[in-house]
Nanobody, 124 residues
Framework: QVQLVESGGGLVQAGGSLRLSCAAS????????MGWYRQAPGKQRELVAG???????NYADSVKGRFTVTRDNAKNTVDLQMNSLKPEDTAVYYC??????????????????WGQGTQVTVSS
């Protein structure tokens, strides 16, 4: 059992900032990739930012230079600092992790997990 809990969403004006946090808990042996996705109404879910176990990051072009993703391996958390927010950033933001978890017997398997999502609304 793995659960992801997101927090930090809300309503902000264009140009403002928000910090999203995601905490993973449960039977986690280790976490590989952690990231944030977002989905606006009528649109595909897209990767916003990802961060590997070694700290390498990847950002969508639309958020590059404005958003920063970080992780705390000791706490199993991943944060997304969002600055200079634009109305087009409005979406439900989902935390995602790829984790090594116990499988059958002594096996270990990779699984991916999603948070419930947190709404980010940017007004003009």
């Amino acid at each position: 059992q793995v659960q992801l809990v997101e927090s930090g969403g809300g309503l902000v004006q264009a140009g403002g900032s928000l910090r999203l946090s995601c905490a993973a808990s449960g039977s986690i042996i280790s976490i590989d990739v952690m990231g944030w996705y977002r989905q606006a109404p009528g649109k595909q879910r897209e990767l916003v930012a990802g961060i590997g176990s070694g700290g390498s990051t990847n950002y969508a072009d639309s958020v590059k230079g404005r958003f920063t993703v970080t992780r705390d391996n000791a706490k199993n958390t991943v944060d997304l600092q969002m600055n200079s927010l634009k109305p087009e950033d409005t979406a439900v933001y989902y935390c995602n992790i790829v984790a090594v978890v116990p499988g059958a017997g002594t096996l270990r398997v990779y699984n991916y997990y999603w948070g419930q999502g947190t709404q980010v609304t940017v007004s003009s």
